[in-house]
C-alpha cells in the first residue's frame, strides 16, 4: 500500500500536480454546491467552455503566457454571463438555453483561434490542461483564487442561501439579491479559470460539480454537503493522479473519471434518494 503513494514522495512534479488538485477542490467543490441548490449546474459547464475563446485570445497575443490566458478567459467567460442574462431578461428565452447557445459560440470560437497560430498539441493543452506541468505560477493562481472563495463564502453565505431558496422574499426585504448573483458567477469564473492551467477547459468544471452532485445524495445541510464534497473531490484528485501515474494514463481524465465514480455510488447507495438505497427502505416498510 505505502509504494503505491511513492509518487509523491518520490517525484516533486506529482506534489505540485496534488497540492493544485487539492486546492481546486478547496475552492471549487463549495461553489459547486451552492450551484446543485439553484439547479445551475449546467451554468458551470457553460462558463467552463466560454473561457477558452478569453484564453485563446491570451495565446495569440502573447503565447503560453498564464496571466494573458487567464485575464482573457475571465473576460471572455464575464462576457458571456453578462450576454447571456441580458437575453433572459430582454426576451422571453429561459437562462439555460441563453447560456447553452453562448457557450457552444465561445467554444467554436475558442477552437477557431487556436488553431490560427497554435498546433494540436497547443489545443489538446487548451481543452484538456496538463496537471503534471503545473508552475509556481499557477499554483500561486489557484491558491490565491480558493482561498479568496472561501473569503467571499463567509461573507456573502446567509444572503447567498436566502437568495438561492426564497429570492422573492430577498428582494422584498431590499436585500442585495443581483449582487450575490454577480458574486456567485465571478467566483465560479474565477475558480474555472485557475483550473484551466490544470484541468483544461473541458475537464475544469468535473472537479466542481461531480462532488458537488454526489454530496447531494448524502447530506442535506449546505455545510456539511461543501465539506463532504471538497473530501470527495480530495479523494478523487489523489485517486485519479496515481491512477495516472501507475496506470500510464491522462491524468485531468483520470481525476474527473474518479469523481464520476463517486458519483455512480452516491448515486446508487447515498443515504438520501440513493436508487437501491430507496428500494432496500421501500421494501422493508412493506415486510414489516
Given at each position: 500500500?505505502?509504494?503505491?503513494?511513492e509518487?509523491?514522495?518520490?517525484?516533486?512534479f506529482?506534489?505540485?500536480?496534488l497540492?493544485?488538485?487539492?486546492?481546486?477542490?478547496?475552492?471549487?467543490?463549495p461553489?459547486?454546491?451552492?450551484l446543485?441548490?439553484?439547479?445551475?449546474?449546467?451554468?458551470?459547464?457553460?462558463?467552463?467552455?466560454?473561457?477558452?475563446p478569453?484564453?485563446?485570445?491570451?495565446f495569440?497575443?502573447?503565447?503560453?503566457?498564464l496571466?494573458?490566458?487567464?485575464?482573457?478567459?475571465?473576460?471572455?467567460?464575464l462576457?458571456?454571463?453578462?450576454?447571456?442574462?441580458?437575453?433572459?431578461?430582454?426576451?422571453?428565452?429561459r437562462?439555460?438555453?441563453s447560456?447553452?447557445?453562448?457557450?457552444?459560440i465561445?467554444?467554436?470560437?475558442g477552437?477557431?483561434l487556436?488553431?490560427?497560430?497554435?498546433s494540436?498539441?497547443d489545443?489538446m493543452?487548451?481543452?484538456?490542461?496538463?496537471?503534471?506541468?503545473?508552475d509556481?505560477?499557477?499554483?500561486?493562481?489557484?491558491?490565491?483564487?480558493?482561498?479568496a472563495?472561501l473569503?467571499?463564502l463567509?461573507?456573502?453565505y446567509?444572503?447567498?442561501v436566502?437568495?438561492?431558496?426564497?429570492?422573492?422574499?430577498l428582494r422584498?426585504?431590499?436585500?442585495?439579491?443581483?449582487?450575490?448573483?454577480a458574486a456567485?458567477?465571478?467566483?465560479?469564473?474565477?475558480?474555472l479559470?485557475?483550473?484551466f492551467?490544470?484541468?483544461?477547459?473541458?475537464?475544469a468544471?468535473?472537479?466542481?460539480?461531480?462532488?458537488?452532485?454526489?454530496?447531494r445524495?448524502w447530506i442535506a445541510?449546505?455545510?456539511a454537503?461543501?465539506a463532504?464534497?471538497?473530501?470527495m473531490g480530495?479523494a478523487?484528485?489523489?485517486?485519479?493522479?496515481?491512477?495516472?501515474y501507475?496506470?500510464?494514463?491522462?491524468?485531468?481524465?483520470?481525476?474527473?473519471?474518479a469523481?464520476?465514480?463517486?458519483?455512480?455510488?452516491?448515486?446508487?447507495?447515498g443515504?438520501?434518494?440513493?436508487?437501491?438505497?430507496?428500494r432496500w427502505?421501500?421494501?422493508s416498510?412493506l415486510?414489516?
Amino acid at each position: 500500500m505505502i509504494a503505491w503513494f511513492e509518487p509523491f514522495i518520490e517525484f516533486a512534479f506529482m506534489r505540485r500536480a496534488l497540492v493544485a488538485t487539492l486546492a481546486l477542490a478547496v475552492g471549487s467543490a463549495p461553489i459547486g454546491c451552492i450551484l446543485v441548490l439553484r439547479r445551475m449546474s449546467l451554468v458551470g459547464d457553460a462558463m467552463a467552455h466560454a473561457v477558452l475563446p478569453g484564453a485563446a485570445a491570451g495565446f495569440l497575443l502573447a503565447g503560453l503566457s498564464l496571466p494573458a490566458m487567464s485575464l482573457g478567459g475571465l473576460a471572455a467567460a464575464l462576457l458571456v454571463a453578462l450576454a447571456a442574462g441580458f437575453v433572459t431578461r430582454a426576451t422571453p428565452q429561459r437562462e439555460d438555453a441563453s447560456f447553452a447557445a453562448f457557450y457552444l459560440i465561445a467554444l467554436a470560437l475558442g477552437v477557431l483561434l487556436v488553431s490560427l497560430r497554435g498546433s494540436q498539441m497547443d489545443l489538446m493543452h487548451m481543452l484538456f490542461g496538463s496537471v503534471l506541468a503545473v508552475d509556481d505560477a499557477a499554483m500561486l493562481q489557484i491558491a490565491t483564487v480558493a482561498s479568496a472563495t472561501l473569503f467571499v463564502l463567509a461573507i456573502v453565505y446567509r444572503p447567498l442561501v436566502l437568495e438561492s431558496m426564497d429570492p422573492g422574499f430577498l428582494r422584498s426585504v431590499g436585500g442585495p439579491g443581483a449582487r450575490v448573483h454577480a458574486a456567485l458567477l465571478v467566483l465560479l469564473v474565477a475558480n474555472l479559470v485557475s483550473a484551466f492551467q490544470a484541468l483544461g477547459t473541458l475537464m475544469a468544471v468535473g472537479l466542481m460539480m461531480l462532488p458537488a452532485a454526489a454530496a447531494r445524495f448524502w447530506i442535506a445541510s449546505l455545510p456539511a454537503m461543501a465539506a463532504l464534497a471538497v473530501g470527495m473531490g480530495a479523494a478523487s484528485a489523489v485517486t485519479g493522479l496515481l491512477l495516472s501515474y501507475h496506470a500510464e494514463l491522462p491524468s485531468g481524465p483520470c481525476i474527473v473519471l474518479a469523481c464520476g465514480l463517486v458519483y455512480v455510488v452516491s448515486v446508487l447507495f447515498g443515504l438520501r434518494d440513493g436508487i437501491v438505497t430507496r428500494r432496500w427502505a421501500s421494501s422493508s416498510h412493506l415486510a414489516a
